[in-house]
């Protein structure tokens, strides 16, 4: 299986902060790679695939990178919206495999 | 819209049964794979199972082959989801998912875009 790693796990900021959450594969996934957006007593939700590609009606404050084994999230001036967990996720393999979540709190 | 509406989630003993359903609407559910992902406390997002759209690939976690089975009704827009042998770590908030790409596109291993409401599964006695 491959394994996701997220880091941090727990993330403080304020609102109109720039904040980066790194996702690391246990081997290469070339871009095949997903955000996913958690609030409390939700569902989640996708916002970026192919490790850069936002989602429709997803803010262009998000934006994604990297290839093969490292990538980032980053979400520039940060809003009260986007205070929530946040998931990477690959699909190089039939078994799609998650992050552990990295919490986003005020 | 695309919607996923997720149903049949419950309370069920130890080795117990149960079937979820997932309704679809809103894109041509014949032509998608579509997947269980399930989340608990103890082992955040796991990967369930998938379907593709002619019903002859179908895949299974290790945690859950030989005790689930994926199926679909593509004449009702429906996934199911038959439990068997139920444990209490099978306790969870089920989730349907779609992939982003029709089958027809050819794409191996599609990302998901979108996700259902869930339906919650407690194993206990």
């Known amino acids: 299986d491959i394994q996701m790693t997220q880091s941090p796990s727990t993330l403080s900021a304020s609102v109109g902060d720039t904040i980066t959450i790194t996702c690391r594969a246990s081997?290469?996934?070339?871009?095949?790679l997903a955000w996913h957006q958690q609030k409390p007593g939700e569902a989640p939700k996708v916002l970026i695939f192919?490790?850069?590609n936002l989602e429709s009606g997803v803010p262009s404050r998000f934006s994604g990178s990297g290839y093969g084994t490292e990538f980032t999230l980053t979400i520039t001036s940060l809003q009260p919206d986007d205070f929530a967990t946040y998931y990477c996720?690959?699909?190089?393999?039939?078994?799609?495999?998650f992050g552990q979540g990295t919490k986003v709190e005020i | 819209e695309v919607q996923l509406v997720e149903a049949g989630g419950g309370l069920v003993q130890p080795g117990g049964s149960l079937r979820l359903s997932c309704s679809a609407s809103?894109?041509?559910?014949?032509?998608?794979?579509v997947y269980w992902v399930r989340q608990s406390p103890g082992k955040g997002l796991e990967y369930v199972s998938g379907?593709?759209?002619?019903?002859?690939?179908?895949n299974y976690a290790d945690s859950v082959r030989g005790r689930f089975t994926i199926s679909r009704d593509n004449s009702k827009n429906t996934l199911f989801l038959q439990m068997s042998r139920l444990r209490p770590e099978d306790t969870a908030i089920y989730y349907c998912?779609?992939?982003?790409?029709?089958?027809?596109?050819?794409?191996?291993?599609?990302?998901?875009?979108?996700w259902g409401q869930g339906a919650l599964v407690t194993v206990s006695s």
């Open positions: 081997q290469s996934i070339s871009n095949c």
């Open positions: 379907i593709n759209g002619r019903q002859n690939v179908m």
């Open positions: 192919q490790a850069s």
């Open positions: 809103g894109f041509t559910f014949r032509s998608h794979s």
């Open positions: 996720q690959q699909y190089c393999s039939y078994l799609r495999t």
């Open positions: 998912l779609k992939a982003r790409h029709s089958d027809y596109e050819s794409i191996d291993y599609p990302p998901f875009d979108h």
